[in-house]
């Protein structure tokens, strides 16, 4: 008869997930791995195949548990209240308390030694998901008239995205969640005040062109 588990793989996949959180990848042994889940080093590779394996699971289900926060903003109806929301839902799960500091995204494997390359690919491709959903949520958001028309969309993109990067960053240093909706305020006056005036100036030059247009007309009728 076969020995039953005793354990179960959810759980051990979320403990795994928050001990990559901790420390990286590379920061991550086999036997932090055993220590933390509770199980040999047979049973991880038994049931989840390799460190590897494991670490490209733990990104996804972090992903899936940790980062909803973000495909929930995309859908508020304003973009005002879209970045508003997405940068609030990391300052809560970077600064959580249950959880680690920081974000697996962000810190999880950006820094590999050349083998272990397709480690950070997995965590780049993810951050380029979200950055490339973002922009489209954003271009919406101009076509709707929110943005000026030229406004780059995906540098916007690139720069809410950076911003989470950095507040990640910030709390796994220890910034508390004052400190770091301080720099939410700025950021959310910065990109909306610009996109604002950019905006108004592009609609006064549309409203000067109609008048110019409309006189130019009234003098050719006459």
């Given at each position: 008869?076969?020995?039953?588990?005793?354990?179960?793989?959810d759980?051990?996949?979320?403990?795994?997930?928050?001990a990559?959180?901790?420390?990286?990848?590379?920061?991550?042994?086999i036997?932090?791995?055993?220590?933390?889940?509770?199980i040999?080093?047979?049973?991880?590779?038994?049931?989840?195949?390799?460190?590897?394996?494991?670490f490209?699971?733990?990104?996804?289900?972090?992903?899936?548990?940790?980062?909803?926060?973000?495909?929930?903003?995309?859908?508020?109806?304003?973009?005002?209240?879209?970045?508003?929301?997405?940068?609030?839902?990391?300052?809560?799960?970077?600064?959580?308390?249950?959880?680690?500091p920081?974000s697996?995204?962000?810190?999880?494997?950006?820094?590999?030694?050349?083998?272990?390359?397709e480690?950070?690919?997995?965590?780049?491709?993810?951050?380029?998901?979200?950055?490339?959903l973002?922009?489209?949520?954003?271009?919406?958001?101009?076509d709707e008239?929110?943005?000026?028309?030229?406004?780059?969309?995906?540098?916007?993109?690139?720069?809410?995205t950076?911003?989470?990067?950095?507040?990640?960053?910030?709390?796994?240093?220890?910034?508390?969640?004052?400190?770091?909706?301080?720099?939410?305020?700025?950021?959310?006056?910065?990109?909306?005040?610009?996109?604002?005036?950019?905006?108004?100036?592009h609609?006064?030059?549309?409203?000067?062109?109609?008048?110019?247009?409309?006189?130019c007309?009234?003098?050719?009728?006459?």
């Amino acid at each position: 008869m076969a020995r039953q588990r005793q354990f179960d793989p959810d759980d051990a996949l979320d403990i795994a997930t928050r001990a990559f959180w901790l420390t990286g990848y590379e920061g991550t042994s086999i036997a932090d791995l055993e220590a933390a889940m509770g199980i040999s080093k047979p049973s991880i590779y038994r049931v989840f195949g390799s460190k590897e394996q494991l670490f490209r699971l733990a990104v996804d289900h972090f992903v899936e548990r940790y980062a909803g926060f973000f495909f929930k903003a995309l859908d508020e109806i304003t973009v005002a209240e879209v970045v508003r929301d997405l940068i609030d839902g990391m300052i809560r799960s970077v600064t959580a308390g249950d959880t680690p500091p920081g974000s697996l995204l962000a810190q999880g494997a950006m820094a590999c030694a050349r083998e272990n390359e397709e480690m950070r690919v997995h965590v780049l491709c993810w951050r380029r998901k979200f950055e490339q959903l973002l922009a489209q949520r954003l271009a919406r958001a101009r076509d709707e008239g929110e943005f000026a028309r030229e406004t780059d969309c995906r540098a916007v993109a690139r720069y809410v995205t950076a911003l989470c990067d950095g507040i990640a960053l910030q709390a796994k240093s220890g910034a508390a969640r004052p400190a770091l909706r301080g720099i939410r305020d700025i950021a959310l006056a910065g990109i909306f005040g610009a996109c604002d005036a950019a905006a108004t100036e592009h609609g006064a030059a549309e409203t000067a062109a109609g008048v110019g247009a409309r006189c130019c007309d009234g003098q050719a009728k006459k």
